[in-house]
């Protein structure tokens, strides 16, 4: 079983759609998750981060964090063309000093005009 | 801020020749750097791990022969590929964290190398 899953997609939405993507884990230790925008052929680029449970908005997007289900998800109101992206869940365990991040593999999402 | 480059962006090169791609972060000191190598449609493998001033840690089944990390101060890491042969060839990106105890890494752009 893999640490991080993630559903590949691709996902299709209309224009201002509300968008739900999600990532399921199986490792308890996880306390730190976050929320990357990749762009074709670009980098990842550090959309959310969130410690512990619960929720975190800033302006459209709303990260959630339920950690008895070990289940995160990122909601996209009002979606926009330029929201189209592949969209990586990440997390990692309690401070251990290796850095290590656990990705999933990446929704690609494509927001129709 | 938390700004990190890569250069070159992209490079194509001849097999059994050397690459060097460069990774800095331009306005933070970054304690750690780590290399990834993604596929198309995968997700980022970490290859190795970098602290300035010390050896790099490789991840299971990444050649440290081949991919040579240096981490020589804390805005500069790059990463050689030795001898480079067309299953080489890949989308490498870096990351860096200011400090040792954050989890919140900094991607760069990436580097999109075509071994011919």
């Known amino acids: 079983q893999k640490e991080v899953e993630q559903d590949p997609g691709p996902l299709s939405v209309p224009e201002g759609a509300i968008v739900s993507l999600n990532c399921t884990y199986s490792n308890s230790a996880f306390q730190y998750f976050m929320w990357y925008r990749q762009y074709s052929r670009k980098g990842p680029e550090l959309l959310m981060y969130t410690y512990s449970s619960g929720n975190k908005e800033d302006g459209r997007f709303t990260a959630q964090v339920d950690k008895s289900s070990k289940y995160i998800s990122l909601f996209i109101r009002d979606s926009q063309p330029s929201d189209s992206a592949t969209y990586l869940c990440?997390?990692?365990?309690?401070?251990?000093?290796?850095?290590?991040?656990?990705f999933g593999t990446g929704t690609r999402l494509t927001v129709i005009p | 801020g938390a700004v990190v480059s890569q250069h070159p962006s992209r490079v194509i090169c001849k097999s059994g020749t050397s690459v060097k791609i460069e990774c800095r972060s331009l306005?933070?000191?970054?304690?750690?750097m780590f290399w990834y190598r993604q596929f198309p449609k995968k997700s980022l493998m970490l290859m190795a791990t970098?602290?300035?001033?010390?050896?790099?840690?490789?991840e299971q089944g990444v050649e440290k022969d081949k991919f040579l990390i240096n981490h020589a101060s804390l805005t500069l890491s790059t990463l050689t590929v030795t001898s480079a042969h067309p299953e080489d060839s890949s989308f490498y990106i870096c990351?860096?964290?200011?400090?040792?105890?954050?989890?919140?890494?900094?991607f760069g752009p990436g580097t999109r190398l075509t071994v011919l």
């Open positions: 990440a997390m990692s365990q309690v401070r251990t000093g290796a850095n290590n991040l656990f």
């Open positions: 990351s860096a964290s200011s400090s040792p105890g954050t989890d919140t890494q900094y």
């Open positions: 306005d933070f000191q970054a304690t750690t």
């Open positions: 970098s602290n300035e001033g010390s050896k790099a840690t490789y």
